[in-house]
């Protein structure tokens, strides 16, 4: 089969079961998964996995994770960061910690591999949240915002511990560079959001200029490759980088105009093309998980259960009034793209062996399929306009 060939069957496929999954209220990433699955050398075996496919598969990571950082603010984050950081606290590092201990010293797994299967399976993802929030419309509820920012500063840690896997040796110069970055980022959104007017009036000539649309948008797009090539040059993960990149590209930058087409673009783009083709190329990648790793995959799905729900559901009842506590389970409990792309990175940087990937990806589609659903529109009371 041609290269064109396996991309088109992969496309197609990924985009049918996707939808059809959606329709169902399951997360289209799992049928697009289950793409890969089927196709690749765990089931039919007409897909197999070459340069290419990687090399695609990294192109459409940029442009995903791009987008997650375009569509947030650093505004989120600051108005919500104390309340954030204690959601962060319930969904991913109280479980985190529990989940590499057990891992580590119970079911003997190497301590590289604990950490990333267990960051992997425990990482709630800002794309499924996105998702949910702009489907159920919660970004009206300032539950909606808490969610956003707990999650954003999740993911921003999730790919930071895997950078210091990655380059151990670099530790300390990650957590400088990514501290850094962080102040030089909040700086300049703040020195921007001072001139805002100038800025966006520049943007709006240019844009009105012959051309000045393509001009903007490669603009965007380099930026966004500068930032991520000088992360890697210090050691950290490009995926960063493109997320810092999309976070500084904001309305008050290029204006609500440009901001929207930009979006709208980038969304048809990853929803059509870039998100199940990463998906499925992820999923050719996978295999059945061995019966040996089995009682691992049960034990880390109910350690997430049993340490996460319990407490986002105590402090959701606390200080969300908004939405009901299994709106919260709902949207925290769910995985998705997040966890993929580090059990992916992780996996072709040679970091996780396949058993392990595969338990990863299992584990994350499960776990989807668990909590997603408990997301009800007639559970969220929105204000009236």
């Known amino acids: 089969m041609t290269l064109i060939e396996s991309i ?50 990294e192109i459409a990571l940029f442009f995903l994770i791009l987008l997650i950082g375009i569509e947030v603010t650093t505004e989120t984050l600051v108005k919500n960061y104390r309340l954030g950081t204690l959601f962060t606290f319930t969904s991913f590092i109280a479980p985190l910690l529990v989940m590499v201990v057990v891992s580590q010293f ?22 499924i949240v996105s998702v949910l929030l702009k489907n159920f419309r919660l970004l009206k509820l300032d539950a909606g915002h808490v969610f956003l920012a707990s999650v954003i ?12 896997i990655i380059s151990p040796e670099k530790i300390y110069t990650d957590i400088i560079g990514v501290a850094v970055l962080l102040a030089v980022l909040f700086g300049a959104d703040y ?43 210090i050691g950290i993960t490009f995926v960063l980088g493109a997320f810092f990149a999309g976070i500084i590209i904001s309305e008050v930058v290029i204006g609500p105009d440009l901001h929207n087409m930009l979006t709208s673009t980038l969304t048809r783009l990853n929803d059509s093309f870039f998100i199940p083709i990463f998906f499925s190329i992820a999923g050719v990648e996978m295999t059945l998980p061995e019966s040996g790793t089995l009682l691992d995959l049960l034990v880390l799905l109910l350690l997430t259960a049993a340490i996460g729900a319990p407490l986002n559901y105590f402090l959701s009842r606390k200080y969300l009034k908004s939405v009901k506590p299994r709106t919260t389970l709902g949207i925290l409990g769910s ?27 299992f584990a994350t589609l499960i776990l989807s399929l668990v909590f997603t659903p408990l997301v009800r529109k007639k559970d969220i009371v929105l204000p009236e306009s």
């Open 153 to 164: 500063i999740t993911d921003i840690a999730a790919f930071g511990i895997l950078s210091a």
């Open 106 to 127: 119970i079911l003997g797994l190497g301590e590289p591999d604990a950490l990333i299967v267990s960051i992997s399976v425990a990482v709630p993802s800002i794309s």
């Open 191 to 233: 020195e921007i959001r001072k001139h805002s007017d100038i800025i966006v009036s520049l943007f709006e000539r240019l844009h009105a200029r012959e051309r000045g649309e393509k001009v903007i948008f490669g603009a965007i797009i380099v930026s966004g490759l500068v930032i991520s090539t000088i992360l890697e040059m």
């Open 335 to 361: 995985r998705g793209s997040v966890g993929i792309i580090i059990a992916t990175v992780a996996f072709d940087g040679g970091f996780l062996g396949n058993s392990l990937y595969s338990l990863a990806i």
């Open 8 to 57: 088109f069957l992969l496309l197609f496929l990924a985009l049918i079961l996707g939808e059809i999954f959606e329709r169902f209220r399951i997360p289209a990433i799992v049928g697009e998964l289950l793409t890969g699955f089927i196709l690749g050398p765990a089931v039919l075996g007409l897909v197999s996995m070459n340069a290419v496919f990687k090399g695609l598969s």
